[in-house]
T-cell receptor
Framework: TQLLEQSPQFLSIQEGENLTVYCNSSSVFSSLQWYRQEPGEGPVLLVTVVTGGEVKKLKRLTFQFGDARKDSSLHITAAQPGDTGLYLCAGAEVTGGGNKLTFGTGTQLKVEL | DAGVIQSPRHEVTEMGQEVTLRCKPISGHNSLFWYRQTMMRGLELLIYFNNNVPIDDSGMPEDRFSAKMPNASFSTLKIQPSEPRDSAVYFC???????????????FGPGTRLTVL
């Protein structure tokens, strides 16, 4: 079983601060996805990174896939209360039947005014 | 689009009872996934279907769990008999298979919060 460890597990910061969430694995994935989940809802896909070393930006969020495609990071600039939520990384492996996701342990982010 | 629909949203039952969770995927999607989320174990894939056929059920914890997809618009996850350790939020997700055999974006339903007393 492939494991994805996220750090930190919990993060409480003030509005305007920057933060970085890490997602690490000993396994190689064909792609890596980041999701955000709000209370009472299912996870929602933010981004998919496919190529080793790839960097993608989504407004104030910057996602990077490690060169070896085993790890990834999510950086948020000038965090806002609306960024509060559970952030999940998920590694994709291509199987005979399709694209199977293994989710990370999650990072609970709280941004306070 | 209505998105992935799950029912019920909340279920409270007693140990030993049968529980059936339901999912209606997004119309046109041909892959369906059942996940379980707990504080201790996070989000785990239980089983997934492609074109109504179970592809990988290695995540199903025990024989007490079973899943069916009788047609492209409906799936069930059944637990019989239920136990307190089955308490969790169960999510259904669907996606459409894209070129190269890969699944596209998975869209998650709102989940069913199951409590087994």
């Amino acid at each position: 079983t492939q494991l994805l460890e996220q750090s930190p597990q919990f993060l409480s910061i003030q509005e305007g601060e920057n933060l970085t969430v890490y997602c690490n694995s000993s396994s190689v994935f064909s792609s890596l996805q980041w999701y955000r989940q709000e209370p009472g809802e299912g996870p929602v896909l933010l981004v998919t990174v496919v190529t080793g070393g790839e960097v993608k930006k989504l407004k104030r969020l910057t996602f990077q896939f490690g060169d070896a495609r085993k790890d990834s990071s999510l950086h948020i600039t000038a965090a806002q209360p609306g960024d509060t939520g559970l952030y999940l990384c998920a590694g994709a492996e291509v199987t005979g039947g399709g694209n199977k996701l293994t989710f990370g342990t999650g990072t609970q982010l709280k941004v306070e005014l | 689009d209505a998105g992935v629909i799950q029912s019920p949203r909340h279920e409270v039952t007693e140990m030993g009872q049968e529980v059936t969770l339901r999912c209606k995927p997004i119309s046109g999607h041909n892959s369906l996934f059942w996940y379980r989320q707990t504080m201790m174990r996070g989000l785990e894939l239980l089983i997934y279907f492609n074109n109504n056929v179970p592809i990988d059920d290695s995540g199903m914890p025990e024989d007490r769990f079973s899943a069916k997809m009788p047609n492209a618009s409906f799936s069930t996850l059944k637990i019989q008999p239920s136990e307190p350790r089955d308490s969790a939020v169960y999510f259904c997700a669907s996606s459409s298979r894209v070129a190269g055999g890969l699944d596209g974006t998975q869209y998650f339903g709102p989940g069913t919060r199951l409590t087994v007393l």
